[in-house]
Nanobody
Framework: VQLVESGGGLVQAGGSLTLSCAASGRTFSSYAMGWFRQAPGKEREFVAAVSWSGGSTYYADSVNGRFTISRDNAKNTVYLQMNSLKPEDTDVYYC??????????????????WGQGTQVTVAS
């Protein structure tokens, strides 16, 4: 599975941004998908995940209520809608694919596939 993110950029605090991740290769709809983020010198952290069907989602506490993950299996694309952005949301955001359908215990699982990352910068 190849993953390519897009949609990153510079936004003012309080603003919104939508990231997209286009997948190619094996059957996209068979995999749970997620988003991670990483700041320089810090570990990559889990942000959100969506099950293979899109019916279940899970979020890190830091973004719950502000970010929404969704997917369109017909377009082989997963999205991350980010609202009420804060300067501390500034990171490189990575799309991730899991070799499983369910998102049970997903925050403890290691993805099998990664995108190259897209920079999100939130100005105060």
């Amino acid at each position: 599975v190849q993953l390519v993110e897009s949609g990153g950029g510079l936004v003012q605090a309080g603003g919104s941004l939508t990231l997209s991740c286009a997948a190619s290769g094996r059957t996209f709809s068979s995999y749970a998908m997620g988003w991670f983020r990483q700041a320089p010198g810090k570990e990559r952290e889990f942000v959100a995940a969506v099950s293979w069907s899109g019916g279940s989602t899970y979020y890190a506490d830091s973004v719950n209520g502000r970010f929404t993950i969704s997917r369109d299996n017909a377009k082989n694309t997963v999205y991350l809608q980010m609202n009420s952005l804060k300067p501390e949301d500034t990171d490189v955001y990575y799309c991730a694919g899991y070799a499983r359908r369910s998102i049970v215990d997903i925050a403890t699982m290691t993805p099998s596939y990664w995108g190259q990352g897209t920079q999100v910068t939130v100005a105060s």
